[in-house]
């Protein structure tokens, strides 16, 4: 059973590119949630995907984007990079009909701006 | 005030140790609370699951949610080198579908052989 695959795994990127994350969910699962953890810090909620629609959304500007699937895998755009975009990028799939906030996550992007 | 308070920790302990991990909220609409694992590098792992107020236990984990407190806990027991990791706690509420999860800093935990 595959479980929740990102990639690419490190990037490094200057500030003012462009840069997008990919995710493929868990086997059987239909929802995906993407988190930024910088260094030392908890995960902190981007945004959420489900039925290719985004569902809810975190404290993030604009430059931060997103894109879901037919077959359910998802896409983090991030535009005008900022040297404070620097983190690991996690993507986390779940079952929305389950609804608990029980979340499978990859081994995330790690991104770094210079 | 962050809606989720965590210490960072780090704690260090020896191997055979009870460990015993805290959280407190201020959101009084958690409902569900989890205990992640994540190692360095990596991904984070679930480790536990709550819901509501009660206790889960699970091998040598155990979790306490005590909502009147807005305090919740992750007990080890008989620690282990392989526990040494970060360990976060994490909340949502019940929304349906909607699930916003809110993490802590995490706590850094080395057990010493």
């Known amino acids: 059973d595959a479980g929740v695959t990102q990639s690419p795994t490190h990037l490094i990127k200057t500030r003012g590119q462009q840069v997008t994350l990919r995710c493929s969910p868990k086997?059987?699962?239909?929802?995906v949630s993407w988190y930024q953890q910088a260094l030392g810090q908890g995960p902190q909620f981007i945004f959420q995907?489900?039925?290719?629609?985004?569902?809810q959304r975190g404290n993030f500007p604009d430059r931060f984007s997103g894109h879901q699937f037919p077959n359910y895998s998802s896409e983090l755009n991030v535009n005008a990079l900022l040297l404070g975009d620097s983190a690991l990028y996690l993507c986390a799939s779940s079952l929305w009909d389950r609804g608990t906030g029980e979340l499978f996550f990859g081994e995330g992007s790690r991104l770094t701006v210079l | 005030q962050k809606e989720v308070e965590q210490d960072p920790g780090p704690l260090s302990v020896p191997e055979g140790a009870i460990v015993s991990l805290n959280c407190t909220y201020s959101n009084s609409a958690f409902q569900y609370f989890m205990w992640y694992r994540q190692y360095s590098r990596k991904g984070p792992e679930l480790l536990m699951y709550t819901y509501s107020s009660g206790n889960k236990e699970d091998g040598r984990f155990t979790a306490q949610v005590d909502k009147s407190s807005k305090y919740i806990s992750l007990f080890i027991r008989d620690s282990q080198p392989s526990d040494s990791a970060t360990y976060l706690c994490a909340m949502s509420a019940d929304s349906g579908g909607y699930q916003k999860v809110t993490f802590g800093i995490g706590t850094k935990l080395q057990v010493i052989p």
């Open positions: 086997s059987g699962h239909d929802t």
């Open positions: 995907y489900y039925e290719e629609e985004e569902r």
